[in-house]
């Protein structure tokens, strides 16, 4: 399928772990079954339940000739420690484990899988050197041009970032950090931080993306407006493009195998879709989970997705606005072509200036537009004067672009006192646009009663000026 996914416009495959892992288990209760997939893998042959190393060579090379980039799954926190390797051999009773000290956190560097019993002592130097020359080989051997970290939690990430400058200081790699800020110690400064600091911190340690399970917290338990909250909608470039942003995984989703996968965190079915036009059209790195793309039928539309975000030229630190006075999810994002509009089960009536339609989808939940050109931001802020309003009343601008609720009164952006009689309010916005605007007074308790600001229309150019004036 390689010449397929590279046509699809993916650029890179993240391919489950190459090592062999003979382990299996069952869980009679809820019965399921599992194991063998490469999380408790045992040697570095890569002669695996996924195919024989031939095979996987070749693969690797038929994606490489597609425009794919192999990321490996590495998993140096455990392995099964039942079956004796060839290729790799860690005895017990020298510090090579996490086990063989009185004190297990004098030999790991991070937390425990499971018991503990398997876990690895990557600080130890014969441990940490024999993974960096394993990532090496995946690299010089088998293709690899990326490495994703599984249960990061484990291990330090400051030794991510060793092993990292060892196969390549350039090279992609993103952690797998899937821990609650409730989950660190009262003592630890984590346990009050939120989980875009918590990935944050971790990334500037390791020097490598994370996965952004701060946007994964919020698909599953926050609104829409609330999707705003991921790291890949932070304010900061710097943060957003550290983010690679997910849908499900292996281990969060359902899978199309046996008893229906793992589905510890699954996004609810009704909002699969308008979770992947969130992530493929704002900043960030989307991935997209295998079975969501060829098995289940949603391929046409990520296909889509996927062409938008190309042709506007959205890269993962792009900027992006949201646009918070309609329901739902409303953003404008600035590719390095096109300006994006999305709106996602939003209100947002009207087809706003300047856009042109780009992309409806699912029953209209999902809508996008585009623009010809994407020019840089402005900011400019806004004064209504002679503003007087009663009890109950407050004091917006309204206009015509979809910043200030394209004419739509009950989207108007809401204004603050900041002089006798003056409301003020500041809008980003693209540079070189002609915009028409006015103030109105509205009920607080009522979007629709409203007085308007008497003809005629305030007019003014973004950037020729940072401040414009109204008055009742
Ligand atoms: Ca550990």
Known sequence: MAPTIGRDGFTKIWLPPAWVDKSSWVDAKSGTSGGGEGYYWHDFDKNSNYGSEPQLKQAVNA?????????????????????????????????????????????????????????????????????MQEFRNLRDNYGAKGLRFDFVRGYAPERVNLWMKDFGDQAFCVGELWKSPGEFPASDWRNKASWQDILKDWSDRSRCAVFDFALKERLQNGSLAEWRHGLNGNPDPAWRQIAVTFVDNHDTGYSPGQHGGQHHWPVPEDKRNIAYAYILLSPGIPTVYWPDMY???????????????????????????FQSHYSGLVATINGSRQRLLIALDADLSMIPEGFTKALFADAERIRAWQTRSAPEDTTTTLHCDNANPGNGQAVYAVGSPVELGAWDPAHAIALKPTAPKRWSGAVVWPTQQAIKWKCVIRSLSNVNEVYWQKDPDNSLTTSAGTEAVGSF
């Open 63 to 131: 994606l490489s000739n597609a425009g794919v980039q192999a990321v490996y799954d590495v998993v140096p926190n455990h392995m099964n420690d039942k079956f004796p390797g060839t290729l790799v051999r860690f005895p017990r009773g020298l510090k090579l484990w996490r086990d063989d000290c009185a004190t297990p956190s004098s030999c790991d560097e991070g937390d425990a899988f499971m018991s503990g019993s398997a876990d690895l002592n990557t600080s130890n130097a014969e441990v940490s050197s024999r993974l």
């Open 295 to 321: 098995d289940w039928g949603r391929g046409d539309l990520i296909r889509m997705l996927i062409k938008l975000r190309k042709d506007a030229g959205i890269r993962a630190d792009s900027p992006i606005r």
